[in-house]
Each structure stands twice: as C-alpha cells, then as structure tokens.
C-alpha cells in the first residue's frame, strides 16, 4: 500500500506536528521514515513518474509539465501519460500477474491498460473524459462519491474560503473513493496520490509561517494547513484498516514545501543584459508566448515555474540561431556567473543554483534546458512575463501563491510482520529508490536499467 501525499513536507511532518499526527507516527514507530530526495527539478511532473519508474527527468525527457516539443520556439508538448515511454511500476506488476489499484497518480492521464483498475490524475481536463480504466469505473465512481474531483481547479484565485472548501471535498471524496475499492476489489499492489496538501501550501503557506513576508499574526486562516494534515492523517487511519499485518505500507511525498519570497522575472533580466531583444515591447506584463521576439537578436529566453528554464539560441539548432556552437559552453557559463549574481530587491545575495542538464542526469532526452536555474534556493520562483520592465516582483503571475517547492519529501515505511526494528530514522533516501524497494518487497527481479537501488533495510521476507 503507497500512500502519496503530494508536496508533503518533512519539517511539518516529522518537526512539527508528528505527535498530531497518530497514524503517520504509528508508522514511524512500527517502521523507518525520513526525508525524500527528489528529483531535479522537484516538481510534481516529473517527480511522481521518476518515483515510479526509477528513471530521471533526463531519462524520461519530462522537464516539467509543458516541454519543447522540437527545436522551434513555440511548439510545447503537455506530459501527459503518453509521454512517459518507460515502465512504471503497475506496468511490470501487470505483466508478473499483479493486480494493481492506481488512483491519482500524476502522469496517468490518459489510462492505459493494466492488470486492475486506474483514475488519472489531476491533469485530466474534466470528468467527462475516460479518466478510468477500465472504462465502466467511471460510473462506478459517480454512484460512490457523486462528481468526482480531479483537482481544485482554482487555488491561485485568492478565495481562500472558496479554496478550502473545495480541498476538503475533493480530499473527502478521493479517499471515500479509495475505501469503497479497498473493500471490494481484490489487489496486490494499491497507490493514491493525494493533491490537497500541494495546493492547501501554495493558498495558504503565507497564512502560516511567520518568515512570510506576507504572514499576519493571528490571520483568520493561520491553522488551515496545520488543520489539513490532522485531516488527512485520519484519512490515512481509515485507509490503514486495509493494511493487515502481511501488507508493507509506504506514505511518499514527491517534493517538500517553503515559503515563496519573491519572484525573479528571468526574460526582463535577459532583455536588460543584452541576451533577449524585443520587437515589440508590451504595455503591460504579457505572457512570453504572446511578446514579439526578435530572434534573429536573441541569445537567451528563459520559461516561468518554480525553477527557471533558460533556453540559448543556437545556430544550427534554432531556426534563427545567433550563437556559433563553439560559443555555446562560453555564453552558459556567461549566463550561469550572471544568473547567480542576481540579488534580492535589497542586493544581498539570494544562493542561486544553476545547472547543466547533462550534470545532473546520466541520459539527456528530449529537448532538454541549456540551463535549470533555482533561484534563491527556490525560495524564489522564476516569473517569465514580458513588460514590467523589473527584475523583482512580489506578485505571481499565474495568481497568488505563498510557496514554492523543497527539494526533500517524506518517506515512511511500516514493513510486513514487524520485519525490522522501528522508530528509526534514516537518510540518503532518494526518490528513484523506490520503486526498485518495492519490487524487492514483491520478490521480483529488478529491471537493470532502473537508475535507483532497493534500500538496503528492507526485507522481503
């Protein structure tokens, strides 16, 4: 049993309020836990199909949800499950007989075949797609919880009230829909990803911590996040009752949380060293892929999202290149000296981190950055729009959010039959470890192309 808690933050869960939390710290007391190396980058695609296949962003040639489909410069292609080439972990259960329940995990829509049952996941544009397989559990669906939810379609409008609302029903309904197949399907491997705890931190983050530039004592919605993990630990306490003694029980999150301090608005840097030239400047702040570029004057563009995306414009590579390729490593490391340097409104340093792609993957697939960039640890996120004319902004373009993603996870694992000593907290856990863990559990051979290992601590016996 996998239970996976999207954004889950090990500060919150292990730090904070464990002792709130009686069912995730039964597990930590009958088990192992620790914090979760993601990914990079941490984001939610690829992060839940690195988990679960075992291969990295490079391998899969997934960099986030939307993807350079070709070397043109507006052509993107959405990560969606027929991006994903490699196997995930319900696809080699199916093929040794295994009989999976998959709900929610992200990069599942649209369903493909497998020994069990799937809902996809927060992607699916609505229900009125085949958000199921098979096909008839779609109806089945809507005769348990009623309209099913796939995600909070809203929780960057600022209605906290409206938002909050809205995560606890979609949260109620996808674990009443887990229940409902726990008790009447037969299965050997079970998985839910639940997406509230991801939006409830981007909503209400600010409410919470009080190094949030934006946090007021005292705030109306200042116990909502704390309040929502007390919830879903009682969720996870009813889905326990499925797990008997000879089910091993894993909770996962993908990536952790932080606050978000502030955005750096990447394309108006480049524009103001000399990377990006405009035919046309905009008003007003204009999403990049509707602002007149000047290609045959541009060196550098860069996308929006939790971490920056730099893109160089390479002769022979782009239709209007400008850089020769023997230029190409000299304008990086340009570009990666200039990008660090970028203060915080007040000019101290913020610790951005930038990266080479094939640094940090054995296996480049795909049209890949030229340079991943974090700024400010990613306590900053990257801002793409065009017009503003500043490098600082307070104010996400996409609509309010208070945090930003962390690079570590949860990890738990209750093992079968008391299998190990418990109550012990461990490190080096990393996101590619586990599905190779779990195919250890099952006593099958692990695929010698995954990238990850099966932690050493668990027994199959």
């Given at each position: 049993m996998v239970i996976g808690l999207d954004c889950a933050a090990p500060e919150l869960v292990f730090d904070r309020w464990l002792d709130e939390l009686?069912?995730?710290?039964?597990?930590?007391?009958?088990?192992?836990?620790?914090?979760?190396?993601?990914?990079?980058?941490?984001i939610t695609v690829p992060a839940w199909s690195v988990m679960m296949s075992s291969k990295s962003p490079g391998r899969l040639g997934v960099y986030g949800f939307r993807n350079r489909a070709d070397y043109s410069y507006d052509r993107y292609s959405i990560a969606n499950s027929l991006a994903i080439k490699e196997d995930r972990l319900w696809d080699i259960l199916s093929r040794s007989g295994k009989r999976s329940i998959v709900i929610g995990v992200p990069g599942t829509y649209p369903p493909r075949p497998l020994n069990g049952l799937m809902v996809t996941d927060f992607l699916t544009p609505d229900t009125t797609c085949q958000y199921t397989h098979p096909s008839e559990l779609k109806q089945e669906i809507e005769q348990v919880v009623g309209e099913y939810i796939l995600d909070v379609r809203d929780f960057r409008s600022g209605n906290k009230e409206k938002i909050l609302g809205d995560i606890y029903e979609m949260t109620r309904k996808r674990f009443q829909l887990a229940r409902h197949l726990l008790a009447k399907e037969?299965?050997?491997?079970?998985?839910?990803?639940?997406?509230?705890?991801?939006?409830?931190?981007?909503?209400?983050?600010?409410?919470?911590?009080p190094a949030h530039r934006l946090y007021e004592p005292g705030n109306k919605f200042e116990n909502a996040i704390h309040d929502y993990y007390r919830e879903v630990d009682r969720e996870i306490g009813a889905l326990l009752a499925f797990a008997d003694d000879a089910t091993a029980v894993l909770v996962v999150s993908d990536h952790g949380a932080k606050r978000m301090d502030g955005g750096i608005c990447v394309n108006e840097w480049l524009i103001a060293n000399g990377y990006l030239a405009l035919a046309e400047k905009p008003a007003r702040a204009t999403p990049f892929s509707k602002v007149k570029i000047d290609w045959s004057r541009t060196k550098a563009w860069g996308d929006g999202g939790y971490y920056a995306r730099i893109f160089l414009n390479v002769a022979g590579r782009e239709p209007n290149g400008t850089i020769a390729p023997g230029d190409y490593e000299k304008v990086r490391d340009d570009l990666?000296?200039?990008?660090?340097?970028?203060?915080?409104?007040?000019?101290?340093?913020?610790?951005?981190?930038?990266?080479?792609?094939?640094?940090?993957?054995?296996?480049?697939?795909?049209?890949?950055?030229?340079?991943?960039?974090?700024?400010?640890?990613?306590?900053?996120?990257s801002v793409g729009s065009v017009g503003d004319g500043k490098i600082h902004t307070f104010e996400n373009d996409t609509g309010p959010d208070g945090a930003n993603h962390a690079e570590n996870g949860v990890f738990l694992f209750r093992p079968t039959n008391g299998g190990i000593s418990g109550g012990r907290q461990v490190d080096g856990l990393r996101i590619i470890d586990v599905a190779p863990t779990i195919l250890r559990l099952f006593r099958l051979p692990i695929p010698l192309d995954m990238e990850g290992k099966a932690l050493a601590f668990v027994n199959c016996d």
């Amino acid at each position: 049993m996998v239970i996976g808690l999207d954004c889950a933050a090990p500060e919150l869960v292990f730090d904070r309020w464990l002792d709130e939390l009686p069912n995730l710290k039964s597990i930590c007391r009958s088990g192992l836990y620790g914090q979760l190396r993601s990914c990079d980058p941490p984001i939610t695609v690829p992060a839940w199909s690195v988990m679960m296949s075992s291969k990295s962003p490079g391998r899969l040639g997934v960099y986030g949800f939307r993807n350079r489909a070709d070397y043109s410069y507006d052509r993107y292609s959405i990560a969606n499950s027929l991006a994903i080439k490699e196997d995930r972990l319900w696809d080699i259960l199916s093929r040794s007989g295994k009989r999976s329940i998959v709900i929610g995990v992200p990069g599942t829509y649209p369903p493909r075949p497998l020994n069990g049952l799937m809902v996809t996941d927060f992607l699916t544009p609505d229900t009125t797609c085949q958000y199921t397989h098979p096909s008839e559990l779609k109806q089945e669906i809507e005769q348990v919880v009623g309209e099913y939810i796939l995600d909070v379609r809203d929780f960057r409008s600022g209605n906290k009230e409206k938002i909050l609302g809205d995560i606890y029903e979609m949260t109620r309904k996808r674990f009443q829909l887990a229940r409902h197949l726990l008790a009447k399907e037969d299965w050997d491997y079970f998985m839910i990803v639940e997406m509230g705890m991801d939006r409830i931190h981007h909503a209400f983050w600010d409410n919470m911590d009080p190094a949030h530039r934006l946090y007021e004592p005292g705030n109306k919605f200042e116990n909502a996040i704390h309040d929502y993990y007390r919830e879903v630990d009682r969720e996870i306490g009813a889905l326990l009752a499925f797990a008997d003694d000879a089910t091993a029980v894993l909770v996962v999150s993908d990536h952790g949380a932080k606050r978000m301090d502030g955005g750096i608005c990447v394309n108006e840097w480049l524009i103001a060293n000399g990377y990006l030239a405009l035919a046309e400047k905009p008003a007003r702040a204009t999403p990049f892929s509707k602002v007149k570029i000047d290609w045959s004057r541009t060196k550098a563009w860069g996308d929006g999202g939790y971490y920056a995306r730099i893109f160089l414009n390479v002769a022979g590579r782009e239709p209007n290149g400008t850089i020769a390729p023997g230029d190409y490593e000299k304008v990086r490391d340009d570009l990666t000296a200039g990008l660090k340097a970028i203060p915080d409104e007040n000019g101290h340093e913020i610790g951005t981190q930038v990266f080479r792609p094939e640094e940090l993957y054995k296996e480049v697939r795909g049209v890949a950055p030229d340079l991943i960039v974090y700024f400010g640890a990613l306590f900053w996120r990257s801002v793409g729009s065009v017009g503003d004319g500043k490098i600082h902004t307070f104010e996400n373009d996409t609509g309010p959010d208070g945090a930003n993603h962390a690079e570590n996870g949860v990890f738990l694992f209750r093992p079968t039959n008391g299998g190990i000593s418990g109550g012990r907290q461990v490190d080096g856990l990393r996101i590619i470890d586990v599905a190779p863990t779990i195919l250890r559990l099952f006593r099958l051979p692990i695929p010698l192309d995954m990238e990850g290992k099966a932690l050493a601590f668990v027994n199959c016996d």
